[in-house]
């Protein structure tokens, strides 16, 4: 190929084509469990996050529910990636043979969320959340109690029930049920068969299986690092456990000018996606995870 801007644009457009349709198909499921923010500051305050208020019989004057002060803050973080086609293979018409890796990049950028996602998921025995805590804890602060959305068991009949009955128990302040259901029990490879005969089986040692469709299973790859633990989730409310907060989307990028530093010195081209964002934790209330560590 002739090394002109004209050729180097095309060859630059045809690159972000094939990113971005990686990048728009590759199956992800951090949304499954996580909420989107988008974030227009260099963190995001979540103050607001403590007791649900709920709603009473209005008698007399309104009774105004003054949600507990959280100094709670996720603050974005950058995340990069970049690569580089020599000038010689494009002289020499290779450069076709870059395709797959900006495919692959598209792929670990759409990825990218996924990873943080459930990394935090992994990380919530000990990461705090708003209320100082882990996120997964066996002394959360609710009134004068203390709560517990931790286990240690590892995944079985009982220890599913254990951890339903836990989110589902789950009360404010006042005392009062918050009505939370969880709906989706998400487990490492290794856990799948288990998660199938607590969901999908009709039977349980000879007795129908009463928990058989009271959640959806999720066997997620990216929980392959700690196969023992597994998460029991409530995500039909508008906030879910993890918060995905977005600052500025993952966007493909390059450096092909011929005054570009690395074009002058280095005889290459640079191309790469970058983007801001970070995660966080929600309500605890709506989750139980346990570390299987125990029989």
Same mark, same amino acid.
């Given at each position: 190929?002739?090394?002109?801007?004209a050729?180097? =644009?095309s060859?630059? +457009?045809?690159?972000?084509v094939?990113?971005?349709? *990686?990048? *728009?198909?590759?199956? +992800?499921?951090y %949304? %499954?469990?996580?909420?989107?923010?988008?974030?227009t500051? =260099?963190?995001?305050?979540?103050?607001?996050?403590?007791?649900?208020? %709920?709603m009473r019989e209005?008698? !007399?004057d309104?009774?105004i529910q003054n949600l507990?002060?959280?100094?709670y803050?996720?603050?974005n973080k950058?995340?990069?990636?970049?690569i580089?086609?020599?000038?010689?293979?494009?002289e020499?018409?290779?450069?076709?043979a870059?395709?797959?890796?900006? %495919?692959n990049?598209?792929e670990?950028?759409?990825l990218?969320?996924?990873?943080?996602?459930? /990394?935090?998921?992994m #990380? !919530?025995?000990?990461?705090l959340c708003?209320?100082?805590k882990?996120?997964?804890?066996?002394?959360?602060?609710?009134?004068k109690k203390?709560?517990? @959305?931790?286990g240690t068991?590892?995944l079985s009949?009982?220890?599913y029930?254990v951890g =339903?009955?836990?989110?589902?128990?789950?009360?404010?302040?006042k005392g @009062?049920?918050?009505a939370?259901?969880?709906n989706?029990l998400?487990?490492?490879?290794?856990?799948?068969?288990?998660g199938r005969?607590?969901?999908?089986a009709e039977?349980? @040692? #000879?007795?129908?299986?009463?928990?058989?469709?009271?959640?959806?299973?999720?066997?997620e790859? &990216?929980l392959?690092?700690?196969p023992?633990?597994?998460?029991?989730?409530?995500?039909? =409310? *508008?906030?879910?456990?993890?918060?995905y907060? &977005?600052r500025k989307?993952i966007?493909?990028?390059s450096?092909?000018?011929?005054?570009?530093?690395?074009?002058?010195?280095r005889?290459e081209?640079?191309?790469?996606?970058?983007?801001?964002?970070n +995660?966080?934790?929600?309500?605890?209330?709506?989750?139980y995870?346990?570390? /299987? &560590?125990n029989?």
């Amino acid at each position: 190929m002739i090394i002109n801007q004209a050729n180097i =644009r095309s060859m630059s +457009v045809g690159y972000s084509v094939i990113f971005n349709k *990686a990048f *728009a198909t590759t199956p +992800v499921t951090y %949304q %499954q469990i996580a909420t989107t923010v988008s974030s227009t500051t =260099r963190d995001q305050s979540y103050n607001w996050l403590g007791q649900m208020p %709920q709603m009473r019989e209005w008698i !007399g004057d309104r009774e105004i529910q003054n949600l507990a002060a959280y100094d709670y803050v996720i603050k974005n973080k950058k995340f990069e990636m970049t690569i580089s086609v020599p000038r010689d293979d494009i002289e020499d018409d290779t450069y076709g043979a870059y395709n797959p890796m900006f %495919q692959n990049m598209g792929e670990c950028a759409a990825l990218h969320p996924n990873s943080q996602c459930y /990394g935090a998921l992994m #990380g !919530g025995f000990e990461g705090l959340c708003y209320d100082g805590k882990a996120f997964f804890a066996a002394d959360h602060p609710v009134g004068k109690k203390k709560v517990s @959305n931790l286990g240690t068991k590892k995944l079985s009949m009982e220890a599913y029930k254990v951890g =339903r009955t836990a989110i589902m128990s789950m009360v404010g302040d006042k005392g @009062n049920s918050l009505a939370l259901v969880p709906n989706l029990l998400v487990v490492s490879p290794a856990n799948e068969e288990m998660g199938r005969k607590i969901l999908e089986a009709e039977f349980n @040692n #000879g007795s129908s299986n009463v928990y058989k469709g009271t959640a959806k299973l999720l066997v997620e790859p &990216e929980l392959a690092a700690q196969p023992d633990q597994w998460y029991l989730l409530c995500t039909t =409310r *508008a906030i879910k456990p993890i918060i995905y907060q &977005e600052r500025k989307k993952i966007k493909f990028v390059s450096k092909t000018a011929d005054n570009d530093d690395n074009v002058f010195m280095r005889d290459e081209f640079l191309y790469g996606a970058d983007g801001r964002n970070n +995660v966080g934790y929600g309500f605890w209330q709506m989750a139980y995870g346990s570390t /299987g &560590e125990n029989a």
